[in-house]
């Protein structure tokens, strides 16, 4: 849906904002058109990753007296048109509506036009990560509880944010993995394959009270046969030790 009156910058090549209420968003193929049309993600992953674009596009300072919607309009993030969006999508939230993997879709397309699209993708991913985490009380978990508890939280946050079973653990203390991904669908490049990374990481993180990383050293945009996410704890510089394979989540 156009929005009348949007600035939109040239520099991207971008026509529109995709609308959550669009019937016209995309045109799933006939094999997947019943996966397409069912609303199964939180439309929080849309609000959170159109709030990334806007503090990423949002200038450091500017005067008090300064629209930067109005004098910066060749940023995307600052355009009127994501700011309404945004509104409408925090509505959504309000009432737990969802939205269809096409119309998500048609966000992370937007997004990937961008040079600075793994950042967006990364950042946007820590603030779908939830609240959970704990007090002191983590650092002196057992490593391997510690661990396990954030291969859970994880596994819950995917499923909770998707509507579904999002990837698998694979063997190692922690590794997802997955094949035909939502995020390799929409962005056959790789980019949007970081949103995981941002999620896993923040989660890790929060869980173990210890730094984290995480890399993405499969991406089936790569040739490789699946997309695989390892995480590692930076306070042990070796490897962090293999863990018996959990039951695969994958969809």
């Given at each position: 849906m156009?929005?009348?009156?949007?600035?939109?910058?040239?520099?991207?090549?971008?026509n529109h904002v995709p609308d959550a209420r669009s019937s016209t968003l995309a045109t799933p193929s006939p094999s997947r058109s019943d996966d397409t049309s069912r609303r199964r993600v939180q439309a929080v992953v849309a609000?959170?990753?159109?709030?990334?674009?806007?503090?990423?596009?949002?200038?450091?300072?500017?005067?008090?007296?300064?629209?930067?919607?109005?004098?910066?309009?060749?940023?995307?993030?600052?355009?009127?048109?994501?700011?309404?969006q945004i509104r409408a999508y925090r509505e959504d939230v309000r009432k737990r509506l969802r939205l269809t993997d096409s119309e998500v879709s048609d966000l992370f397309r937007l997004v990937i036009r961008r040079p600075d699209a793994e950042e967006i993708f990364v950042r946007a991913g820590r603030t779908l990560a939830g609240n959970e985490g704990g007090g002191s009380w983590r650092r002196r978990m057992p490593r391997r509880l510690g661990?396990?508890?954030?291969?859970?939280?994880?596994?819950?946050?995917?499923?909770?944010?998707?509507?579904?079973?999002v990837g698998g653990f694979g063997r190692g203390a922690f590794s997802v993995e997955g094949r035909s991904l939502l995020f390799i669908e929409a962005d056959p490049g790789g980019d949007?394959?970081?949103?995981?990374?941002?999620?896993?990481?923040?989660?890790?993180?929060?869980?173990?009270?210890?730094?984290?990383?995480?890399?993405?050293?499969?991406?089936?945009?790569?040739?490789?046969?699946?997309?695989?996410?390892?995480?590692?704890?930076?306070?042990?510089?070796?490897?962090?030790?293999?863990?018996?394979?959990?039951?695969?989540?994958?969809g």
């Open positions: 156009r929005c009348p009156g949007a600035v939109v910058p040239r520099d991207y090549g971008f609000l959170r990753l159109l709030e990334t674009l806007r503090a990423v596009d949002l200038p450091p300072e500017f005067l008090e007296d300064e629209d930067p919607t109005v004098t910066m309009p060749r940023r995307l993030g600052l355009s009127d048109v994501v700011d309404r661990l396990a508890l954030a291969r859970n939280r994880v596994r819950r946050r995917l499923n909770a944010l998707f509507g579904r079973r949007a394959c970081f949103l995981v990374s941002g999620l896993c990481q923040a989660i890790l993180e929060r869980t173990t009270g210890r730094g984290a990383r995480v890399e993405h050293v499969l991406c089936q945009s790569r040739g490789d046969a699946l997309c695989r996410w390892e995480g590692t704890l930076l306070d042990d510089p070796a490897s962090i030790g293999d863990a018996p394979s959990a039951e695969a989540f994958a």
